[in-house]
């Protein structure tokens, strides 16, 4: 670019101005009325800004168009031709479908970078989430590590916030979450502070002595966050929070652990009305019947007391179903039907997992297989990959063996969590394509509470994509949780994903997901999870298609 050029450019009214003023100029026109305005000479138009200069430089025709995105315009594209009448109809039809394809471009990246600051910070307070303070933590456990320090790790749970909720609406409580970070903050530095829960939040102590100087450290913070009241509208609120404390190496000699701990003290002190807790071996007292869990697990796999349940996924329009997720139960002759939570982070924590892990693929397949064979529309069954499962380097030959067992298609589906396949995402790439080349199809789980890197994300073999509970929940009340689901379900699509919604148990969830074009839904709306035979019941009811 030559000085002259360079001198145009500068010179050029880059503001938006009123339509009728002097100093619009064709892009002014362009955004304000929202469809492209030609100049074919520019000689003869008194709506060309700088025509003497444009003259100059060559320029005989121009013309501007809007780059809209939802109607909006967010910018012009604006061309120069040194010909007079060069934008003919055929040329602007072509620059039409480029500027389009500029403006989705832009809203694009702008979705990206939305869900990209989404999947790292709180949207309320601005402060780390969950996913990112794990990171910090870690970083935090590796420098103390290797200059033999301490840290201590604080969880700080509000009282009453559902209370403010209720009483004053979540308007109030979202101030008060806004302020007390706000306050929060001024005591400590920068990235040791974040939002891991509603009404939770995370604390790094670094360079602790011990439990003296932490509790001294919390008794400042507590002090200085929840003296005085907060003004939440019209209300002056006076709060104040639990804690629970885990010190490092003490208590975990890793970020996870260290977060179970602390976990475990915020319960006791929940629990006895403490101020603060810190995490002792007393509160792994249930040790010894986890050891009696896990033997009554063994023999739960040999006597075949593991059984599954199936929840159908309907398509949002039609109800139709068009697909099952397997879910394993057990039933115990001496426990009774022992819930998943108890038993399944054991089973992955023991190995067991494999076993089960194996056993439940089989008997999937084998499950799709009698529906076909009593002409049934079998729906495909989708089964849950633990971590245990994905990182085992025969992952891919394991499933392959189970597939191969069977007479049929095999019509299953592998859902796998978001955070689990960023564990490693080079190598679970690899895996997960030659899972897909075997007819198994692919979906993210629980999408939206890992941190999945939209780069990544377009690069795995999916086929689908499932939106966690906790966002369907929330949209209903929160405009920013329907936004972000929006915004999922329309990346979902650019990348040419199925999008299923869990957990919806309401038909004003179902309206606003139709509405948003999501594709399928899975919840008690619907169906609880069911046995074999009382899945086969729903799909011989089910209509023809």
Known sequence: MDGIEEDYIKAMPLGLTDPGSAGCGLSGQAVNERKAMISNDMTQDPR??????????GFRSLVT????????????????????GFFDDEEMKLLHELAGDIAFALDHIEKANKLDYLAYYDQLTGLANRTLFLER??????????????????????????????SLGRPAGDALLRQLAERLARGVASGELARIGADVFAIVLPGIKGKSAATRRIETIWHNCFRESIRAGDSEIRISAKAGVAL???NGADAETLLRNAEAALRRAKDTGEQHVFHA????????????LETKLRQALENEEFVLHYQPKVELETRRIVGVEALIRWQSPELGSVQPGAFIPLMEKTGLILEVGAWALARAVRDHARWTEQALTAPRVAVNVSAVQLRRRNFVDSVQRVIE??????????????????????GNIEKLKAVRDLGVGLAIDDFGTGYSSLGYLARLPLHALKIDRSFIIAMSDDPNTMTL??????LAHALGLKVVAEGVDSEEQAKFLRLLRCDEMQGYLFSRPVPFDRMTALLTQAPKT
């Open 248 to 250: 490092f190496p003490n």
């Open 65 to 84: 168009l809007p780059l809209l995105v939802a109607g909006e315009a967010v910018g012009v594209l604006a061309l120069y031709a040194g010909e007079v």
């Open 48 to 57: 060309v800004l700088l025509a003497k200069e444009s003259l100059e430089l």
């Open 281 to 292: 071996l007393e509160m792994t007292e249930r040790s010894a019947a986890k050891l009696t």
């Open 137 to 166: 933590l870690n970083q935090y456990v590796h420098a103390a590590g290797a200059a033999g320090d301490k840290i201590a790790l604080v969880l700080a749970d509000v009282e009453r916030l559902r209370t403010v909720n209720d």
């Open 405 to 426: 067992q069977g007479a049929m298609p095999p019509g299953i589906d592998l859902e796998i969590t978001e955070s689990l396949i960023m564990d490693d995402i080079q």
């Open 485 to 490: 689901v929006s915004t999922i379900i329309s």
